[in-house]
């Protein structure tokens, strides 16, 4: 099986993601792409994410519709920082058979080489680099038979303007999946006390 890989912290998961899984998918006959929150993503130390189960949950809130999208629970199950390098062999040791292909935006893709055992990484898995806007993307330095390189539709979405807009009271409709945008009201993720609107009850 040919098997797609999206990492992130998905704090919330949003359409960015989920167009970036769908043209990979698509484009590169992916059988299937498994969605795997990180745990404790190293390079946000010292920022607030929310809990994993959260995390984890409105990933799965968001692709249960897709028949070719699951989402994985090593990241979380592990015990400390996560690294894709680790993600990676989980992932081979589960599933030996499969070819693995791991899908990155642009922003995460220039930033490769620094990243645990990045050598190790290219024998694992080929990489997929997405177009985001907002950032360039190149191949500069990685090796160019295992990094390809895909134009997406742009969809000009972070998790981190998503949370912002949740903590002023704006909306999130159509950023997000619908069931993520009541599944962050439910449990009140993002919004500190003095955010809410004064209509909210
Ligand atoms: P944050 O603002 O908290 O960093 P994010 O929107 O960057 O959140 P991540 O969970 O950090 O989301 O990203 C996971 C992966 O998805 C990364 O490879 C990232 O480059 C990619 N990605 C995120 N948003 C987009 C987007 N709008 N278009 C294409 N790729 C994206
Ligand atoms: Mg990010």
Redesign the pocket.
Known sequence: MRLGV??????P?????L??ASEAQSLFGLDEVVFVP?GE?W??QGRD?APAEHRYLMTVVATASNPRFTVSRVDIDRDGPTYTIDTLRDLHAQRPDDELFF???????AQILSWKDSDELFDLARFIG????G?ELSESGLPADRVDLQE?P??????????ERVARGEPVWYLVPDGVVQYISKHHLYSSPTATPSSAP
């Open positions: 999206m990492g992130g912290t998905f704090d998961i949003h359409h960015g993601h167009v970036a990180t993503p390079q946000k994410v899908i990155t935006g642009a922003d995460a893709l997405v177009t985001r806007p950032y997406v742009a969809m000009a979405i972070s998790s981190t303007d998503c949370r």
